[in-house]
């Protein structure tokens, strides 16, 4: 055993440099392979432990050093315990703490440190699942599954319904594939129900998107009826919905108290909405009663205001005044948990905060609460505009119930707001008194409310051409509140008709500075523009308004009318073209066109409108006029009779008409008929020449006995006809004569010579005919009741064919408030 000890020899204290050339045997690795003693620790715990931080022995050392050659007595470590890993009692420690370090007992000399055995080269690869195992197919069928069902909501979320249905099916068919797999490997309870009901559910859904609603039934049938599915009762609300919309009512309210059955009491909501749709359903199938029970229950529980609302409409139905009352109280009193606009007013100066409230301003939240906010404010509306007129006497006393209840709540604004509407029923009733004495109340309120009253009075004053009136109220509009676009439109238009165009310009311009959608007054400026023949500058402003109101009548007129000033009848065409298929039965509009292609030399267009017009309005003298001409030009006299008649029966005391019938019988070759009419003529105009004239060639080429009456007859005519020239002529010289001389006397014999031209003026001239009831002229616009004239539709385009006029509905947003 001391054969492998090694003692330190002796120093000699004298020489202070002995000892460092002197070779340590603990130092030597060169036999450390042949070492038993070492190789045996090492396949120890010793071999695992961490190194011994190595000392230099130095002169304070006064214990000798000793190696693990072979050692047989346990060695001590720098602390003086006893190291582990030497042998002790001839038992050796297994080696079980070096290999995660990346030691190992086969280590070889000089080999480098590869704790993460980088040097063995890459690991052997992973071994490849087996795909044609049955488990392995029906997991990649299930993943597949899932994945078309997914993609099926995706399409339907984008709109795409009928992709949408078409993977919601091929997820159908993979599903029950996978189900008769797993039947043929397991048994039936290890089937995934979940799978099965997701798909189920999703077809059903996108059958009821896709309006087939049979098929969506009998899905939700299958669901509802397997006993497997725990919550597929729930589903009868889905069939309910489909059910109303195919109106069958009863059906719906059926499932829908099925429903309310199968979900329990916790679920307050669904059940509130079950309540309502069954209150719908009710109001559909006219079982009010019924109906006043189901929004009762929730406006006790639950209280909404589309339920408040559906209650009010219920007792309107049964015309319970003091229930109407009471529902309205519940209506108004329904909480809207919104915060205020109090949150988003700063308190201080400190930027924090100012930024924090600008962030908030309008994000999603304040949307949405500006959107209930809203949606409330239309509930109210409505119902107390419905039920105004019923629960008192009159509307009045109505109204002004409707307007204490609300000043009573929290939404005392719309107070303001009835007001105003009660103006505006007056409006619809013709009383403009009672609605002036109501909108002028408003003179001393506060700003926003008195600019929109006194827009509303000057509008009203504008209608009645009391240019003043409107003109005051205007101002008071403009200056209650400069922002107010409406207000300073309104003093636009009084302006405008005032003809001052360029300070009605500037008006309307302040009006699109503050609210550049208010599309009056880009249309009026529009026209001030035309008015002040700035034609590109009033043709920017149309095409402007025609991207923002693509279908307006209006202003497609205006532009093509703008293209017509500009020599530009291609254009114009094109535009018109455009305003028909807007407004297709406007005459005006037809005419307009048949006239520029008649314009252009293409008659068979233009008899095609001047046609089509004449079908809608069968009373434009114009349009008649043109289609009897055209008949004629084409040698289709027989055809042009019937509109000259039409033009006799509108102008009855124009004789030119009942010429043009009797010239169409005789150059059509109808002798007698021509006679007859000119006869008839003759005795309803005895003094008209040209009908005597033509009376005296008919009757000399048909060889009558009544030409020598007719002769003298025209002789006559002719005389006095020319009596009456000289009249006129001596007339004219007196006249002149009389303002020549410029005597004293000349008022007396001016006030005579003007009454003798004045009644010489009164007589037909010599191209005229004669006619004794004098030469009046009936208003065109005559309406044949038994013709389609009765079902031709206003349009605003007719109204402004001839001259630019400002129609109602141009004059501010809220003149006319619904």
Request: aromatic share 10%.
């Amino acid at each position: 055993m001391m054969q492998n000890v090694h003692l330190a020899p002796k120093v000699d204290e004298d020489d202070l440099y002995s000892g460092y050339n002197d070779y340590n045997p603990t130092f030597d690795t060169e036999d450390l392979e042949n070492d038993t003693a070492f190789q045996q620790a090492v396949r120890t715990s010793h071999g695992r432990r961490p190194p011994i931080t190595a000392k230099i022995p130095g002169t304070s050392a006064s214990r000798p050093l000793a190696t693990g050659f072979g050692s047989k007595t346990a060695l001590s470590s720098s602390m003086g315990r006893p190291m582990t890993g030497a042998i002790q009692d001839g038992l050796a420690r297994p080696l079980t703490a070096v290999h995660a370090a990346g030691y190992s007992k086969t280590a070889l000399r000089g080999s480098a440190f590869d704790p993460l055995g980088q040097a063995k080269g890459p690991a052997p690869p992973l071994e490849m699942k087996n795909e044609d195992t049955p488990e392995e197919k029906i997991r990649q069928l299930e993943k597949k599954v899932n994945e078309l069902v997914e993609e099926s909501c995706i399409a339907n979320s984008c709109g795409d319904l009928k992709l949408a249905l078409e993977k919601a099916k091929e997820a159908g068919r993979k599903e029950r594939a996978l189900v008769r797999q797993r039947e043929q490997i397991t048994s039936p309870e290890n089937i995934n129900l979940d799978l099965t009901y997701s798909v189920l559910f999703n077809l059903a859904s996108q059958y009821s998107a896709n309006e087939m609603y049979a098929e969506a039934l009998n899905t939700y049938q299958i669901i509802v009826k397997n006993k497997m599915f725990s919550n597929g009762g729930r589903l009868k609300v889905n069939m309910a919905n489909i059910y109303l919309k195919q109106r069958n009512y009863s059906k719906a309210i059926k499932f829908y108290r099925m429903a309310l059955d199968q979900i329990p009491s916790v679920h307050k909501e669904m059940r509130i909405k079950i309540m309502q749709n069954i209150g719908v359903a009710f109001i559909k199938t006219g079982r009010y009663t019924d109906g006043i029970s189901s929004f009762e229950h929730i406006m006790n529980t639950s209280p909404n205001l589309k339920a408040g609302f559906n209650l009010i409409l219920c007792y309107f139905a049964t015309g319970d005044r003091e229930q109407m009352k009471k529902a309205f109280q519940k209506l108004i009193a329904v909480p809207l948990e919104i915060d205020y606009d109090d949150k988003y007013v700063s308190p201080n100066d400190d930027p924090h905060t100012n930024l924090l409230i600008e962030a908030i301003k309008n994000d999603q939240l304040r949307q949405m609460e500006h959107e209930r906010k809203s949606m409330a404010e239309k509930y109210i509306m409505t119902a107390a505009k419905l039920i105004a007129p019923a629960i008192e006497t009159s509307f009045a006393v109505g109204y002004d119930w409707c307007v204490e209840a609300v000043k009573a709540s929290h939404y005392v604004e719309l107070a303001n707001d009835l007001e105003i509407n009660k103006a505006i029923t007056y409006l619809r009733q013709k009383d403009f008194y009672q609605a002036v004495e109501t909108l002028k109340m408003f003179e001393k309120k506060d700003s926003r409310v008195k600019s929109a009253a006194a827009t509303n009075l000057s509008f009203l004053y504008y209608l009645e051409n009391e240019l003043a009136q409107a003109t005051n109220y205007a101002d008071l509009a403009v200056n209650s509140d400069r922002y107010n676009p409406s207000a300073l439109t309104n003093k636009g238009n009084t302006v405008f008709a005032s003809a001052d165009y360029e300070k009605a310009a500037e008006f309307y311009k302040e009006a699109l500075r503050n609210d550049s959608s208010c599309t009056e007054a880009l249309y009026n400026i529009g026209l001030t523009y035309k008015k002040l023949n700035r034609i590109d500058e009033a043709l920017d402003c149309f095409l402007k308004l025609h991207a923002i109101l693509r279908n307006s009548a209006q202003v497609l007129y205006q532009i093509a009318s703008l293209y017509e000033l500009m020599e530009d009848p291609n254009q114009a065409i094109e535009w018109l073209m455009q305003l028909i298929s807007v407004v297709p039965t406007d005459s005006r509009v037809l005419s307009k066109l048949g006239e520029l292609y008649d314009n252009e030399g293409d008659k068979s267009q233009a008899f095609q409108y001047y046609y089509e017009s004449y079908r809608y309005f069968p009373s434009n003298i114009e349009v008649i006029e043109w289609l009897g001409a055209y008949y004629i030009d084409t040698q289709f006299c027989e055809k042009a009779i019937q509109y000259f008649e039409r033009a006799a029966l509108i102008q009855p005391t124009q004789v030119k008409w009942q010429l043009m019938v009797a010239s169409c019988y005789r150059r059509s070759g109808n002798y007698q008929k021509a006679l007859d009419t000119y006869k008839d003529i003759h005795r309803k105009f005895p003094e008209n020449v040209e009908c005597l004239k033509f009376l005296v060639r008919l009757c000399t080429d048909m060889g009558l006995k009544e030409v020598q009456e007719y002769v003298m007859k025209l002789k006559r005519v002719e005389k006095l006809k020319e009596i009456r020239e000289q009249r006129v002529k001596s007339g004219r010289d007196g006249s002149a004569r009389s303002r020549r001389e410029g005597s004293g006397g000349g008022d007396s014999g001016s006030a005579k010579g003007e009454r003798l031209s004045a009644k010489l003026r009164a007589l037909p001239g010599t191209n005229e005919p004669y006619e004794s009831s004098g030469n009046k002229e009936i208003d065109a616009s005559y309406v044949d009741p038994l013709g389609p004239q009765t079902e031709r539709p206003k349009t605003a385009a007719r109204k402004r064919m001839d001259e630019d006029e400002f129609a109602d509905e141009e004059l501010g947003d809220d003149l006319l408030p619904e």
